[in-house]
């Protein structure tokens, strides 16, 4: 008699938990104008008559990230005021994707036993430059024991008028980005492999002490410029998924012009390998993974897809919006591609203008 085979029980991704926590949790506060699902949370201050008086109040933004020693830092090549600094840049990452200005910061601490006094002052060191760096003011939190380092913060911003979600592109957007695709995630390879060497270079730096981009954030709310954004956290590949299925639309990338930064360039050129008749792609041999997994990219347009840890702001505007973002030198932004119907599709060219379902690649947190 045939024995029946049991199907393994489906394992939890990130975006299935927040799901299930989405159906079992129903917002019913009518203070809570942006919830679940964002960057960040929006909650009115304060009870106000009617929208018109709402649209210009003062709201406050709310957000909350962990870092944890071993999954998103390693003490082998980051020391503890990397760490500290890092877990507080990547909330303000998330409070400037929503247009906001960081206010207050509640920290949440870890300590593994053994640990010196020595050793917290020196996280604390990280932390206290971020928050100067930011504006911001330390306001409470707690400190527990924990089996290794963890750091988590809860942040608020201030904003007036409507926060930037994610929700909002519409065919014939053009789709930008802040910063340098695939420098962080260079970085880490780098680190991982004992090559970043002893001086702090660009992919180092992005790794290690990321730079949230207020200031454009700032700059697209307050101008009403975007009309849809978030922060370069995941994979470039996974986010421009989720602004995609937040908005209900399709994409078109073209990466087939795409300057990649000099860093990246030079990484992924040491690792292509070529054939008669065109490129081969190129593999990153597992000691340059923090897993020890080799990866193999078809493309560098693949490779810039699957990177994480930008922290760079990922938008959308409509085309009369172009000029005025093209002169504003001092928050450069790239052009990625366009926002199409639904209909047509999510898809990418690369650098050799083949065409490619785009699918979610990069680190998953589970």
């Known amino acids: 008699m045939a024995t029946k085979t049991r199907k393994a029980a489906p ?85 400037a994707a929503m247009g906001a200005t960081p206010a207050q910061a509640f920290g949440m601490l870890g300590v593994p036993s053994g640990t010196t006094v020595r050793q917290v002052d020196e996280l604390l060191a990280g932390v206290s430059e971020a928050v100067q760096e930011y504006g911001l003011t330390l306001a409470g939190g ?95 590949a996974q986010c421009l998924l989720q602004l995609a299925e937040a908005s209900n639309v399709g994409l078109s990338l073209d990466f087939s012009a795409y300057q990649l930064a000099k860093p990246v360039a030079e990484f992924v050129g040491s690792k292509r390998g070529w054939r008669a008749g065109g490129p081969l792609g190129f593999s990153v041999p597992g000691r340059y993974s923090p897993a020890k997994k080799s990866s193999r990219f078809h493309s560098p347009a693949e490779y810039l897809l699957a990177s994480a840890e930008d922290y760079g702001l990922l938008f959308t505007a409509p085309p009369p919006a172009t000029a005025r973002l093209l002169s504003r030198s001092s928050l450069a932004v790239t052009r990625l591609g366009v926002v199409v119907d639904k209909d047509e599709g999510r898809f990418y060219r690369d650098q050799e203008h083949r065409t490619h379902e785009l699918t979610r690649i990069g680190f998953e947190h589970l």
């Open 142 to 236: 707690d400190t527990v024991a924990a089996p290794q380092w963890i750091l988590g913060f809860t942040l608020t911003g201030d904003l007036v008028g409507p926060a930037l979600l994610r929700s909002g592109a519409r065919p014939g957007d053009i789709i930008w980005h802040s910063g340098s695709l695939g420098l962080s995630q260079t970085g880490l390879y780098l680190l991982s492999a004992g090559e970043a060497g002893k001086s702090e270079t660009d992919p180092v730096r992005a790794q290690l002490r990321p730079r949230a981009h207020v200031e454009l954030g700032r700059f697209l709310q307050r101008e009403r410029l975007a009309s849809a954004c978030l922060d370069l956290s995941d994979s470039l």
């Open 11 to 95: 394992k939890p991704t990130e975006a299935s938990i927040i799901e299930q926590i989405r159906e079992r949790f129903t917002a019913t506060d009518q203070r809570l104008l942006v919830g679940i699902g964002d960057d960040a949370a929006v909650l009115r201050t304060g009870e106000l008559a009617d929208s018109a008086r709402r649209l210009n109040s003062t709201q406050q933004v709310v957000t909350t990230d962990l870092l944890v020693e071993g999954v998103h830092f390693d003490l082998a090549y980051s020391s503890l005021a990397d760490a500290g600094y890092k877990a507080v840049a990547v909330n303000v990452s998330d409070v």
